[in-house]
């Protein structure tokens, strides 16, 4: 039996780094209703590829905001005193007021 793989199977089984590919990009262009269009991944330009990584990069920087944000939220609540059950931002509120 011989075994068919794609371009893009041959390329995420060559190397770790290369596993995660994705079978589809969001793409520079906007679709009807203002839509990031996505792109199969083999079908992608090196341009796709570029926007892609920019798009997932936003992404990523707003997800990293997101968890120093809920981070700090719960460090508050813990110097407060707060314990697992207690509402995290009432006592981050008074972990702020304690500090004015």
Known sequence: MFKTTTPLQRLRESS?????????????????YGQPLSKAVTDATVDDVAFAIQALGDEADAIYRRVTALRQLHDRARRAGARGADLAVEAAVRFEERRK
């Open 16 to 32: 770790y780094a290369l596993a995660d590919l994705p079978d589809s990009v969001r793409t520079g262009e906007l679709g009807e």
